[in-house]
């Protein structure tokens, strides 16, 4: 017996109900990008491996899915170098392209290689599946899709502004309540100038990012293994644990951070992006979260996280301003800012929530029962008619036994059948019948449409 099939660990299918809810979610990030002036693009699955390598550091570019050249890709290889078994010498000899990690590199080189024909500041959004060679468990697939939207070309921070008034659109049309947390890298590195540890921002931010997650004394102990003093810790402790509004964060942080030109630069930013959603009608909750730092090598101004309030789960959408998006391709000084919303995990919260819409799952409304060909003849003209109208139908291809074509349209949730033999040829109409309700009526031609879609 032939072995039964499978897919790659990591990797997933999705049934027709499944991709209804994915739909769902990718044409309402797609149309509150439209409505935010956002243009789409799109980039090969696959780039030359010279676009991806040395962007993501060391254990990025292992993660990398390298692809194997065509042809004799062992021509041009010594004996030497194939016995010396050494994985990573051998595939940069016959692996040149890679299927891409994210989407921001690609977009980087997009923007190098098209430069003169795109008008600056460029509004780009993508939705595009990516891959990554990762150990495969719960929540964390080597297949799973992105959702990223960047303007490249502006230093204004109305950009952050609309991409606050973005994500609280997308969420407000998902009905997931959400908490969208803000935060600078410049008040980041303010802080770890006051405290005398201004080399050490990375490891001091690596570790307050994990309080929600490990606690104060935990995040203590970390700074302490990276070698900070317990006087600049010391030092720590109140900015970490600042409570209060927005507002009054600010004031705090401006006294504190009096002595840090570039931290007061963060605090000035935050306050305006927070000035301005306050009259924007947002719904969202808006935090000044200092604990949080993202990918604190990529991003140098504005941060954001989103959390959804009612179930736990990690971050949902995330992004912020960064410099030098082109720098890596010989393109300096292109400042951006962008956020990327997590579709796989939008889906498990709408799905705990139950907050998917009914007519998302809506397939077939009208199927269209076929006892032979004389029938079907009759029948092919008015379910043409139907859908002209817009309706979503059917007919069932095979002349088999009517409980079997019910059967059909029970498994697929069909709304109506529509019944036609010779009694209904001869009057002219459609025996109709409700499978919600079993009701069944006599309706002609020009009243089923109307009666279908009411």
Known sequence: MAAKPSIPKGTRDFSPAEMAKRNYIFDTI??????YGFQQIETPSMENLSTLMGKYGEEGDKLLFKIQN????FSGLTDEELL????????SKFCEKGLRYDLTVPFARYVVMHRDEITFPFKRFQIQPVWRADRPQKGRYREFYQCDADVVGSNSLLNEVELVQMIDTVFRKFGIRVAIKINNRKILTGIAEIIGEADKIVDITVAIDKLDKIGLENVNAELASKGIPQEAIDKLQPIISLSGT???KLETLKTVLSASEIGLKGVEESEFILNCVKHLGVESTIELDLTLARG???YTGAIFE???LDVQIGSISGGGRYDNLTGVFGMDGMSGVGISFGADRIYDVLNQLDLYPKETAAGTRLLFVNFGEKEAEFVLPILSGVRKAGIRAEIYPDAVKMKKQMSYANDKAIPFVAIVG???????QINLKNMLTGEQRLVSPEELADIVKG
Do not use: I, T
């Open 30 to 35: 797609r149309n509150v990008f439209y409505l």
């Open 70 to 73: 065509s042809g004799d890709y």
């Open 84 to 91: 010396s078994r050494n994985a990573a010498k051998l595939a």
């Open 246 to 248: 927005n507002a009054e």
């Open 296 to 298: 604190l090598n990529y």
């Open 306 to 308: 989103v959390k959804a």
């Open 422 to 428: 010779e009694e209904e040829m001869k009057a002219g």
